[in-house]
């Protein structure tokens, strides 16, 4: 199956600052997706993105299918976005294969 | 409903006793996917229904997980005699497969504990 692989695993930032997190995976995928888990364990889908770049607020997401990885940015962080960022992919439209996370703390 | 829903929240089992968890998916949602998440570690997958039919599941890890879907809408995992290996939170999404955003839903999960 897909191999997906997720750097760093553990960021802290000061409140303000930007970060970018990265997902690489081994094979052609037509599913991505990133999540944010949050302290309470709640998933929440921030992208569906496959293919090209996606903006929500702060948030942004690229993804490069050719060459296999996509990023999620943070811009202007905040202690609400401390939690696990996690990617998921799926070489079908259906399944996905998620990857260990990127654990965030954000310090205010 | 608005959301996927998911019960009971929190579940104590004792070792050998079976347990049923519940999903109600987004309404209209023809997936529905069922996933393992132990402490510290990303969802792992179960199983995947489209409408009424189990299209996978490989992802059970034993004869002893179940999952069905009946009418197309609620789910129910089942786990009969419960190992403490089973202790994880289990997570239900749903999703629409011919929409552009293939984005799931997640639910709260059901945090299994077996003793």
């Known amino acids: 199956g897909i191999q997906v692989e997720q750097s760093p695993p553990d960021l802290i930032l000061q409140e303000g600052a930007n970060s970018t997190l990265r997902c690489n995976f081994s094979?052609?995928?037509?599913?991505l997706q990133w999540f944010h888990q949050n302290p309470w364990g709640q998933l929440i889908n921030l992208f569906y993105?496959?293919?090209g770049t996606k903006q929500n607020g702060r948030l942004s997401a690229t993804t490069v299918a050719t060459e296999r990885y996509s990023l999620l940015y943070i811009s202007s962080s905040q202690t609400t976005d401390s939690g696990v960022y996690f990617c998921?992919?799926?070489?079908?439209?259906?399944?996905?294969?998620f990857g260990i996370g990127t654990k965030l703390q954000v310090i205010p | 409903g608005a959301g996927v829903s998911q019960s009971p929240r929190y579940k104590v089992a004792k070792r050998g006793q079976d347990v049923a968890l519940r999903c109600d998916p987004i309404?209209?949602?023809?997936?529905l996917f069922w996933y393992q998440q132990a402490l510290g570690q990303g969802p792992e997958f179960l199983t995947y229904?489209?409408?009424?039919?189990?299209?996978?599941k490989s992802g059970l890890p034993s004869d002893r997980f179940f999952a069905e879907r009946p009418e197309g809408s609620v789910s129910t995992l089942k786990i009969q005699r419960t190992q403490q290996e089973d202790s994880a939170v289990y997570l239900c999404?749903?999703?629409?497969?011919?929409?552009?955003?293939?984005?799931?839903?997640f639910g709260s999960g059901t945090r299994l504990t077996v003793v």
């Open positions: 309404s209209g949602h023809v997936s």
């Open positions: 993105i496959p293919s």
């Open positions: 229904f489209q409408n009424e039919a189990q299209l996978d």
């Open positions: 094979d052609s995928v037509n599913n």
């Open positions: 999404a749903s999703s629409q497969p011919w929409a552009q955003d293939l984005g799931y839903t």
């Open positions: 998921a992919v799926g070489g079908g439209y259906q399944k996905v294969t």
